[in-house]
């Protein structure tokens, strides 16, 4: 019996096209590496699936394969008579270097500008700091001084009244004792 010769359409069902694209995809990787082992090429395949998952074969690589073929190419346009020059070339080379250059030279000067910002907002915080614990031990020494005038205001208070009358209950004069007779 032998193969049948199918008619290529699309396939309808989506169940039975998964199954028909992984076949094919795998016959087709085999048949890419067997092209490439027999005839020594350089070789690689991207396949997207229906659900844009990518599938890729490459000998040596994919990588390899695709880099050599974009090199190829650009250097078939500069050879077909691109616009760019040589010369131009290096002239925008040289001016992308330069603006680099200087956006460097700004960054580092914008970094030891904020190093500096942060070392001086360090330094007013450790000043703030000091001065605030130093504040806080003089309202306390004030606080103590403080009641320690209102004690003696109010001791000063007690003393002005008692000169000036004479406590309840105490009497001015002299009690004498009494001798007892024999």
Do not use: W
Request: proline content about 2%.
């Amino acid at each position: 019996m032998g193969r049948r010769k199918i008619q290529i359409a699309v396939v309808k069902d989506p169940n039975t096209r998964q199954v028909t694209f992984s076949k094919r995809r795998t016959g087709l990787f085999k048949k890419a590496n067997e092209l490439s082992i027999l005839c020594g090429v350089e070789i690689a395949i991207v396949v997207f699936s229906i659900g844009n998952k990518p599938y890729s074969f490459g000998h040596p690589s994919v990588d390899v394969v695709v880099t050599k073929f974009l090199q190829h190419a650009t250097n078939s346009n500069d050879a077909l008579g691109s616009n760019n020059s040589s010369n131009e070339v290096v002239g925008d080379m040289e001016r992308l270097n330069q603006q680099l250059s200087d956006l460097q030279t700004q960054i580092l000067e914008e970094e030891i500008k904020g190093t500096k910002h942060d070392e001086r907002l360090k330094q007013h915080e450790v000043t703030q700091v000091f001065q605030y614990k130093e504040l806080q031990g003089l309202c306390l020494e004030l606080q103590r001084k403080v009641k320690d005038y209102v004690d003696e205001i109010e001791v000063s208070e007690c003393m002005l009244l008692l000169a000036q009358e004479p406590v309840v209950g105490v009497r001015k004069e002299v009690i004498t004792k009494k001798r007892r007779k024999n």
